[in-house]
Nanobody, 115 residues
Framework: QVQLVESGGGLVQPGGSLRLSCAAS????????MGWYRQAPGKQRELVAT???????NYADSVKGRFTISKDNAKNTVYLQMNNLKPEDTAVYYC?????????WGQGTQVTVAS
């Protein structure tokens, strides 16, 4: 079993920045992939960004150039630096841990971009 604890959400004005963190604990496999997904009201959950243990990253087109995902393998922690935030980035952001057929999810953290 893997536990994920997210932090860093909040309210920010358009153009502002936030940094999300997600710490994994429990039955961690050394080789894994972690990432962030988001779900806005009335919409399906969508990929934001993922990163593997060897630091290969993948981003949704909507966040490329604005968001940066990073990973501290020693701490089993993944970060999402979000810059130039837009109102359409408003959503609940979920951390994901993936290994083989297994997926674990965090409880979600709210990000609201509004003036």
């Amino acid at each position: 079993q893997v536990q994920l604890v997210e932090s860093g959400g909040g309210l920010v004005q358009p153009g502002g920045s936030l940094r999300l963190s997600c710490a994994a604990s429990g039955g961690i496999f050394r080789i894994n992939r972690m990432g962030w997904y988001r779900q806005a009201p009335g919409k399906q959950r969508e990929l934001v960004a993922t990163i593997t243990t060897d630091k290969r990253s993948n981003y949704a087109d909507s966040v490329k150039g604005r968001f940066t995902i990073s990973k501290d393998n020693a701490k089993n922690t993944v970060y999402l630096q979000m810059n130039n935030l837009k109102p359409e980035d408003t959503a609940v952001y979920y951390c994901q841990y993936h290994y083989g057929p297994l997926d674990y999810w965090g409880q979600g953290t709210q990000v609201t971009v509004a003036s």
